[in-house]
């Protein structure tokens, strides 16, 4: 994908032959209108428009992918963002992607799609996007336009999400006024390599994003989780969780969070992310979670 959303072209029939299967039904499904509201209409259209853009770079593997995922939109099943595990990510990339999507899942789960279709279908979208450049990894200008067209339209969603202030009632003697909620944010994750407690230059991206998260959210805590796979011994996997935990907190503090702010503590290869058995790698089980408190 050259840019994002420039005008293009309507596709012939004929050249969509030329590419994958699904792809050929593409301007069938384009001309189709969705049942349901804004948030499919928007899903629908942005899958389509994907579609076409990675037809016309002759990528009909891609455009076959997002050409069956608006043709589920009009069956009525609509997707979910895609999976980390569906693409060969980069190593470095797997951290920030997973952060994104627990992200957007999590939005949906609060009712984003009803809140604010527009934005929630439109974060869906430029998160599979991402996905599919990164996979790519070969043009970063549109990494990084994809990206940021997530994170734009996800600030959107994070608005309409937020608590509604009403006015208060009129002030009554004796009575203590009632403190505006806290929304506490979502837990962010940093993966190490295989028997390593070295923190890759990727997942430093995610590390500042917990400063600066912590820094505006007002929490009182960062609360961290040290974990490994299931590659080795229990004592060592212990000790091996414990230096990762204590390396996300010296990360913290270099970054200007005090030491009473952050909480530690080690699991060692008892809480998988993945359920693995005993002797197996799994990047996506050699982890810090992060919580805010």
Not at 32 to 52: D, K, M, N
């Amino acid at each position: 994908m050259k840019t994002f959303w420039p005008t293009i072209g309507a596709l012939t029939v004929s050249s969509l032959m030329l590419g994958g299967c699904a792809v050929t039904s593409l301007p069938d499904i384009k001309s189709q209108t969705p049942s349901g509201g804004e948030y499919e209409a928007s899903l629908h259209s942005g899958y389509v428009e994907l579609a076409e853009m990675e037809a016309a770079e002759a990528d009909w593997l891609d455009a076959d992918v997002f050409t069956l995922r608006a043709r589920s939109v009009l069956e009525g099943n609509n997707p979910a963002p895609e999976e980390i595990s569906a693409r060969d990510l980069p190593a470095d990339m797997v951290g920030a992607l997973t952060n994104a999507r627990v992200r957007l899942i999590q939005a949906l789960g609060d009712g984003a799609a009803q809140k604010a279709p527009e934005a929630a279908a439109m974060a869906q979208v430029m998160f599979d996007c991402w996905m599919q450049e990164q996979e790519e990894n070969h043009q970063p200008a549109d990494i990084a336009a994809c990206r940021a067209d997530f994170e734009m339209w996800m600030q959107k969603v994070d608005a309409a999400l937020e608590p509604v202030v009403t006015a208060p009632p009129e002030p009554v003697p004796a009575v203590e006024p009632v403190p505006e909620p806290v929304v506490v944010p979502g837990a962010m994750i940093v993966f190490f390599d295989f028997d390593s407690a070295a923190i890759a230059e990727g997942e430093q991206i995610t590390i500042a994003d917990a400063v600066r998260t912590f820094r505006e959210s007002g929490a009182s805590t960062l609360a961290l989780i040290g974990h490994t796979d299931r590659s080795g011994s229990n004592d060592y996997n212990a000790l091996l969780s414990k230096r990762r935990v204590d390396a996300i907190a010296d990360a913290l503090r270099a970054r200007g969070i005090a030491d009473s702010d952050i909480k530690v503590a080690s699991s060692g290869e008892t809480n998988p992310a993945i359920n693995t058995a005993d002797g197996i790698k799994e990047r996506l089980n050699r982890r810090v979670v992060i919580t805010f408190e």
